[in-house]
């Protein structure tokens, strides 16, 4: 994927669910260009719609109508395992409960994603301990989650986001389980891969946090509104 290339772009796209027989509109057409380079939060109260676009923004689901390309391919002509290779390839997740194995430790639960692209487990562990030095805990390597900060939790978790070289970073409500100091520590760390050239889309519903991305893109009501 060239520089000049956008990491997603939305045209016009529409999610719809069918719960109990009854239709259920969760995205009513939404348009949103991520450029290789940006940093854009996403800002909605409960039931906007963010969620739903966060899971279209990061291959997990399709949209109804639209259209979604994603590192330049359209997802609608993708099958289960090309979605998921795509996914691999391009997107890197963080959550908000970190999503990390209880009884690995930081390093080989960095490694996990190389695990499904065959990489050698030398490796794997090389690239994972760059990818934990890179966020600052290149002395934590051989440590369970149980045994580290939430700070810490989260910065492997980003660690393990990072590990396949992900042009996208897909972040939601990163700061949500950590207190206001160890929040401010991820969000810059969070600032600075931006700046090292990762796109990062960050869904939030606070306010003080987004309003420290380059954009912010409001949504209510399954469209964006600002």
Same mark, same amino acid.
């Given at each position: ?11 016009? +796209? ?30 909605? /109260? ?40 795509? !996914? ?26 190389? +695990? ?8 794997? !562990?090389?690239?994972? /301990?760059?990818?934990?030095?890179? $966020? ?31 042009? $996208? ?6 700061? =949500? ?19 090292? =050239? ?16 380059? !954009?912010?893109? +409001? ?8």
């Amino acid at each position: 994927m060239t520089s000049a290339e956008p990491a997603i772009v939305a045209v016009d +796209v529409t999610r719809t669910y069918e719960l109990d027989g009854v239709s259920v509109a969760a995205l009513r057409g939404v348009s949103l260009t991520v450029s290789a380079d940006d940093y854009v939060a996403i800002v909605g /109260t409960s039931g906007s719609g963010k969620s739903t676009l966060m899971h279209l923004l990061g291959a997990l689901d399709r949209p109804t109508s639209g259209t979604l390309r994603i590192g330049g391919r359209d997802v609608s002509s993708l099958g289960p395992a090309e979605m998921a290779h795509l !996914r691999n390839q391009t997107i890197g997740f963080v959550f908000q409960s970190f999503h990390l194995l209880a009884r690995t430790t930081a390093r080989d639960n960095v490694a996990l994603p190389l +695990v499904y692209r065959g990489v050698s487990g030398k490796e794997r !562990r090389a690239k994972a /301990t760059e990818m934990l030095q890179r $966020v600052g805990l290149g002395h934590r390597l051989d440590h369970r989650p149980n045994q580290m900060s939430g700070g810490e939790q989260q910065r492997v978790a980003i660690a393990r986001a990072l590990v396949t070289d992900p042009s $996208v970073l897909l972040a939601d409500e990163p700061t =949500g389980n950590l207190d206001s100091a160890t929040g401010e520590q991820v969000l810059g760390l969070l600032e600075s891969l931006n700046g090292e =050239g990762v796109a990062v889309v960050l869904v939030t519903h606070d306010r003080e946090v987004a309003a420290r991305a380059g !954009r912010q893109i +409001v949504m209510r009501d399954g469209l964006i509104v600002e």
